[in-house]
Every structure is written in structure tokens, then in C-alpha cells.
């Protein structure tokens, strides 16, 4: 061995393994059990809309990447893949293949690279695909139909949440159980649908502390405090907190949206008061909006506020404030 | 018995298993040693020696110049064949006194100290202290005489003795601490009075059990008021300013010193060291190395004297192994590279370490993930730090408290973008002493 063949670098020398790619591929380890359940309740479906958005994702990443002179292995990061994943599992399962393809390039191009890619963006890349595909395509984005599994024929179906704002489901009775909430046997998004498979995932994050735990706690507490305030002074008109948390894109956006690393704050207190914030604004749109559901908007919403959030809550440095 | 322990901090894999149970043994000193002038923080000192000069084992060789200086010793009697520039384990070349062993180690003679050592005053014992040239042991090396001279307005309350060596692969800590306990805490004593502390807290890791007992045992024979504190074995619970929050609860002020709270640290090398000169008045020219890692081949605990080359204490344990390609000074998370086993030891190496490492991983960009900031002892915002750095915005990188960081490698360690947050930290707090240069020029 000669001298100079020793690495010159700056300390620590000891790195911890986990890596960018690892965090990645985490996260869409954590999606197989949702995954699976769109496959299962949307069939055929399920799987078209998942593999155009994957695919879609992935060749406008490397399209930017190329333009951008960037080197392409970022491509293998896994980021471009969870996004084309998380936008599919968001999308009504009867949407076109055009439009998904549509959605997906917007959630790359718009949502991720225009801001410079991985790591940049303010918004959440796959809600910024679905909502684009909201806004220009609204009535396709709002179009359900039943899961293979409900075998039913029939020309209008709701959401258990548009059930519950639109059709007085308390009133007359026909409020979705929760257990079909549970396992997913209701219409919906791909992948918001089956609540069991959703928090398999989430514990699966947790467990592996890939996601913030204040976030997915935070969003359940605030929109447990908002739903459960107008619950138990009205039950009658209104529904319970476990409805809205099993109903909609509540777990899916609290476990794999708003954890989404690079549009969440970085400091402690700033990542409670985003977390708590989504689950007030989801409260809000649900309760008194024109929409169903707001899982989407409330995550982009506060998305925005984070560089705000991480610049004011910086944490108390040790020993700050103390007189010398 | 609870364990204390800090907030945040990291848990490295440890590898003391190595050494921790070899047994010090000595190393004959070399042919020749490089006695760098500078091996303390802050002045170099003043050669006293020129070339041609026959010194003794322990005369004074350099003088420390001011307060924030040291002075250093000669480690062998021989011939003084240069005074020069000459390699450092720091970096960079400093002036460096060169001495052929004679093999005779003719001791400096001095009359030996008969007087009780702890009948001495406060300014008696400092004095001992500076003379032999005493800096912390830790790794830091700041000179111990500075921390022993508490302000006037500073009463001191507790002293605290580390024994965390929460560095991994480190154990000539815990050795000192399981063959030397009577010495570690003979010279807490000298430091106690020194500095008017009430109190000497010992602070061990959880992971150095058989060290806590021993302490727990030998501390009843003392008569001053003592204790021994079990801590969480963390890292970096030897820090400084963690240390005194995990055993005392107060935090160190932003800019301040242990004084402001009322406490000094001093590490458990360094309070032998201070029992020696006091005692014996015998000068700092020889300190206990960990040689380990998985590069080398006989991991060992090594008693080495002040300007051995790191080639003969590395190849008194059996030499480097074939894949080694890096090789540090001090501890894996904070040490130092070198590129050469030219350099010799100096005051503050508590280790030689070497082991395969693995390539550098890709750089990407952050991704905001927050662990840095999960994970600093400090309580900074690492990620956004480096970025205020890298865009030179320096005003932010002052406000978000650049200078508070202690360059632990926490936020490193963690960071899933392998992006050298430390080098960034570093070059923040170069920029920013250059900028108030360059105002008060």
C-alpha cells in the first residue's frame, strides 16, 4: 500500500446507509399492499392507469433530465416512479389513458422539474398533476365507477364522501358502513379506497422512519378535533371523524402525500403546524366547501406555506437566549 | 441507577470490541521523533532550542508564547538535528523540532516535588499545569492551564471528569479509566481546587459499565464531595456542552463557556496528565493511543511518547492490512485524514485508526427529509446552513447560528444525500471570521 492512496476527505468518516434511492424504494415497498387492492377492486383498470402514469413519469423525467444537461442516474432514484404511482392512485378508475398521460406529464414537468427537480419543488409533483387534470377535465375526474367486487351495473355512482354531501346519505340512511371503508369496497380513487391497505403501508413507513410521524398523527388529530366538534353537535348532520378518516383520500394524503419529503417542513414545530393545518383545511372543504373531498387542495395548500414555516420556526438553538 | 443522556445525537456502530480489552502497553520510543511547536489551540511556541542543542527526556523545548499557547517538551535525551517546517497530523506544516534518540532517556533533572500535592494553591497548581505544557487529551487541546483559571466573577461550581469517549473505536479512555482510576481522580482533585469547584461529577458511558464500577468503588476512598454519573451511551454525549446539559441540566449560553454556567470539563486523560506534572512535575511528552479499525491488523491500546512517527505505533500493531485506504487521526466521526504515516503523534491524537472504506456515495440534492435537524445536538438547521453557506449568504448562516456548530458530524452521518454538511458548516465559520477580519482591519 503507498502513502498517498489513503482518501482525503472532510469528517465524519462513519455514514449512516440509508440513502436517497433507499428512501425511495421504501416508499414504494409501502404502496404494494395499496397497490394490490386497486388491483384487486378496479382490475383491468387499475393496471392500465398504473403503468401509463409509471411509464409516463419516467419518460419525462429522463426527457428533462436530457434537456436540463443533467446526468441521468437521478432517473433511477425512485422519485419519478412514486410520483407516477401516487398520481395513478388518485385518479378515478374509469379515467382515460390520455388523460392520465396528460396528468403524469404534468406532474413532472410542472409539479417537479420546472422547479429543478428532486428536491426543488414547493407543491407535491402528483397532486400537481391531479389537480391540473382537475381543473381542465373536471367532470372525467369526477366520474366513478363501483369496484369489480360490488358487481352492480350502474350509470351514476357516488363516493361514500359525495354520497355524504350530496345525496343527505345521514338523513336517508344510506351512509357507507365502515367496514367497507376498511377493507375498500367502495367506489373512489384507484388507491384511496381500501383504508386497511393504506395504513399497512403507513405503519411500514413509520416503522422504518422514513415518514415524519408528526404528520399522519397531526392531520388525523386536527381533522378528528374539526369533524368531531360539528359531530357531536349534530350527528344528525353530520358524520364522525373515524367516517372521515376511513372515506376519501384522508390515509393515502396523510401517510404518502403530505409526508412527501421536499414539500414538508424540515423543522419540528413548522411540521405540526403544516400537519395540523391540512387536517383543518381538509375539515373545512369537506364540511362547507363545493367539493367532496379536499384532501388534495388542503396538502397543496399548505405545501406553499412551507418555506414560510421552515424560515420562522427555526428550532431554539442550545443555549440560545441564555446570558453568558 | 438512571441513565442521563441529551436530546438528538446519533448511535454509530462502536467497534470498541477491538481494544477494549487490550491492555496499554508501552512503545519504545523511536530513533527519532518530530516534536511539532504547535500542538495546542492557538499560539505555536517558541523554539528554545536550535539545531545541534543535546536535550534530556522532559526539558522544555518550546516556549508557549501567550495565555492561549502551551509548551511542549522533548520526549527523548538526544540531538536536536533540526527545528524546521514539518508535517502535522492538523494539515498543515508547522515548525517542528527534529531529536535523534540517544536510547538513554536521561531525564531533565529537576528537583522532585516533595511537598503533598494537594497542599499547593489554586495559582500553585495552574502554574504546574502550564509548565508541563498540559492541553486537553479529548482531541480539542486546549491548553488545560486556561481552563483551570476560572474568571473572577465566574464562582465554579461542579467539576466535571469525561470519561464518555462516546467516539467510536476509541477505547484509551477507558483503558486510562479501568488501570489508572486512582490518578484520574487524584488529579479531578488538583483540578477541583484549581478551579474552586464544590463538586466533581465523573461522567461514563453505559457502554464502559466496568469502568463505572470501578470509579463508584475508588471514589468512596476520596473525601471530596463526588459522584459518578452513568450516561446513555450516545453520540455525542462527550460533548462538551452536552455533557453538562445531560448530567446538569443547564445549558451552556450561545457563545459562552462552561464558566458561564459554572462548571469546567476536563477530559479523564487529562486529569492524569494534571496529577503528573503537579506530583511529579512530569511534562506532557507522552500520552495512551487507541490503534484500531479494521484496517489494522493487531488493534491495540499504546502508551507512544509526543513526536513518534504514526509508521512505528501502526506497525507495532502488526502494520496496515492490504485494502486500507483511509487512515484518520482521532475518532471516526470528528478525526482528521492523513495521507501519510509520516506525521508524528501529537498531544491531542487520542487515536490511529484505519480501516476499507467505502466509496464516496452520489451526491443529491437535498430532500428536505429533516433528519440533520432530528439529529443535531445543537438544535441548528444543518441543510439550511449549508445552503445560506453555499449561496454566501453569510448574515443568515450567522442568524441561524453557523458558529454554534460543533462539527460532531451528526447531520452527516444521517444525511440520505450524502451532502458534506460539515465542510459546509466549516467554510461558514472561515467566511465569517475573514468577513470580521476584514471590518475590523
Not at chain 1, 122 to 147: E, K, Y
Not at chain 2, 24 to 34: G, T
Request: net charge positive.
Amino acid at each position: 500500500m503507498t502513502n498517498n492512496a489513503f482518501i482525503l476527505q472532510s469528517s465524519p468518516h462513519f455514514k449512516d446507509k440509508d440513502s436517497v434511492p433507499k428512501i425511495m424504494y421504501a416508499v414504494i415497498a409501502s404502496l404494494v399492499p395499496a397497490v394490490a387492492a386497486s388491483l384487486y377492486f378496479f382490475r383491468f383498470r387499475a393496471l392500465v392507469l398504473l403503468v401509463s402514469c409509471v411509464a409516463t413519469c419516467l419518460v419525462t423525467e429522463a426527457l428533462f433530465l436530457w434537456l436540463r444537461r443533467k446526468p441521468l442516474h437521478s432517473l433511477f432514484d425512485g422519485s419519478a416512479v412514486i410520483t407516477g404511482l401516487l398520481l395513478a392512485m388518485t385518479l378515478p378508475p374509469s379515467l382515460s389513458v390520455e388523460l392520465a398521460i396528460i396528468g403524469a406529464v404534468m406532474a413532472i414537468a410542472i409539479g417537479k422539474q420546472v422547479f429543478g427537480g428532486l428536491g426543488y419543488n414547493i407543491f407535491n409533483p402528483a397532486l400537481v398533476g391531479r389537480a391540473f387534470l382537475q381543473t381542465a377535465f373536471p367532470v372525467a375526474m369526477t366520474t366513478w365507477i363501483p369496484p369489480a367486487t360490488l358487481k352492480i351495473q350502474t350509470a351514476t355512482f357516488a363516493t361514500p364522501l359525495g354520497n355524504l354531501r350530496f345525496e343527505d346519505a345521514i338523513a336517508r340512511g344510506t351512509l357507507t358502513p365502515l367496514k367497507d371503508l376498511f377493507t375498500g369496497n367502495v367506489g373512489g380513487c384507484l388507491g384511496e379506497t381500501s383504508s386497511f391497505a393504506l395504513i399497512l403501508g403507513g405503519l411500514y413507513l413509520l416503522s422504518r422512519r422514513v415518514i415524519d410521524w408528526r404528520i399522519p398523527l397531526g392531520i388525523l388529530l386536527s381533522l378528528t378535533a374539526f369533524t368531531g366538534a360539528f359531530w357531536l353537535a349534530n350527528p344528525e348532520k353530520y358524520a364522525s371523524p373515524l367516517f372521515h378518516i376511513l372515506a376519501g383520500g384522508l390515509l393515502i394524503g396523510a401517510f404518502f402525500m403530505a409526508t412527501d419529503m421536499v414539500t414538508s417542513p424540515i423543522t419540528p414545530l413548522g411540521t405540526w403546524i403544516y400537519a395540523l393545518g391540512i387536517g383543518i383545511v381538509i375539515g373545512l372543504i369537506r364540511l362547507f366547501g363545493g367539493f367532496a373531498e379536499g384532501v388534495m387542495y388542503s396538502i397543496l395548500f399548505m405545501n406553499a406555506f412551507v418555506p414560510l414555516l421552515n424560515r420562522y420556526t427555526r428550532p431554539r438553538i442550545l443555549g440560545e437566549g441564555r446570558k453568558a | 441507577m438512571s441513565t442521563k443522556t441529551f436530546p438528538h445525537g446519533i448511535h454509530p456502530p462502536e467497534f470498541k470490541d477491538l481494544t477494549a480489552d487490550k491492555g496499554i502497553e508501552s512503545l519504545s520510543p523511536p530513533e527519532k521523533v518530530m516534536i511539532p511547536l504547535l500542538q495546542h489551540f492557538g499560539k505555536p511556541a517558541k523554539p528554545l532550542v536550535q539545531k545541534g542543542d543535546e536535550v534530556l527526556l522532559g526539558q522544555k523545548i518550546g516556549e508557549g508564547q501567550t495565555l492561549f499557547s502551551a509548551s511542549v517538551h522533548s520526549s527523548v535525551s538526544g540531538k536536536v538535528i533540526s527545528v524546521d517546517n514539518y508535517d502535522h497530523p492538523g494539515g498543515t506544516p508547522v515548525p517542528t523540532v527534529s531529536i535523534t534518540n540517544d536510547g538513554q532517556d536521561n531525564p531533565f533533572s529537576e528537583k522532585k516535588e516533595t511537598k503533598d500535592p494537594f497542599s499547593f494553591s489554586p495559582e500553585e497548581i495552574r502554574q504546574k499545569v502550564r509548565e508541563a505544557g498540559v492541553v486537553g487529551m479529548g482531541g480539542a487541546a486546549f491548553p488545560t492551564a486556561v481552563k483551570l483559571s476560572p474568571p473572577k466573577d465566574k464562582p465554579i461550581e461542579i467539576l466535571i471528569i469525561n470519561g464518555c469517549e462516546c467516539e467510536p473505536l476509541l477505547t484509551s479512555d477507558y483503558r486510562l479509566m479501568l488501570e489508572a482510576p486512582e490518578d484520574i481522580l487524584k488529579g479531578a482533585e488538583l483540578a477541583r481546587i484549581a478551579t474552586g469547584a464544590k463538586r466533581i461529577i465523573v461522567g461514563i458511558e453505559d457502554n464502559k459499565k466496568k469502568a463505572h464500577e470501578i470509579f463508584r468503588e475508588k471514589i468512596q476512598s476520596f473525601d471530596f464531595d463526588g459522584e459518578v454519573a452513568l450516561l446513555k451511551t450516545k453520540y455525542p454525549q462527550g460533548a462538551e456542552k452536552n455533557l453538562i446539559y445531560a448530567l446538569l441540566r443547564r445549558q451552556v449560553p450561545t457563545g459562552g463557556l462552561p464558566f458561564d454556567v459554572g462548571v469546567v470539563v476536563q477530559n479523564v486523560g487529562t486529569a492524569k496528565a494534571i496529577w503528573e506534572a503537579v506530583s511529579e512535575g512530569k511534562p506532557l511528552y507522552e500520552r495512551v493511543i487507541s490503534v484500531s479499525g479494521q484496517g489494522i491488523n493487531e488493534p491495540k491500546n499504546i502508551l507512544v511518547r509526543i513526536g513518534t512517527p504514526f509508521k512505528n505505533a501502526v506497525e507495532f500493531c502488526g502494520g496496515l492490512k492490504e485494502d486500507v485506504d483511509i487512515l484518520v487521526m482521532g475518532g471516526p466521526m470528528m478525526g482528521i485524514v492523513q495521507w501519510s504515516l509520516d506525521v508524528p503523534v501529537v498531544k491531542g491524537t487520542s487515536g490511529i485508526l484505519a480501516w476499507a472504506a467505502p466509496r464516496p456515495g452520489l451526491e443529491y440534492p437535498c430532500i428536505r427529509c429533516g433528519r440533520c435537524v432530528d439529529n443535531c445536538p445543537m438544535t441548528l438547521v444543518p441543510t439550511q446552513l449549508a445552503r445560506y453557506v453555499k449561496f454566501d449568504d453569510m448574515s443568515a448562516a450567522e442568524k441561524w447560528g453557523v458558529q454554534d456548530c460543533v462539527e460532531c458530524g451528526c447531520c452527516q452521518y444521517v444525511c440520505p444525500s450524502k451532502i458534506p454538511l460539515v465542510h459546509w458548516m466549516r467554510v461558514g465559520k472561515n467566511r465569517i471570521i475573514a468577513l470580521k477580519q476584514k471590518k475590523s482591519a
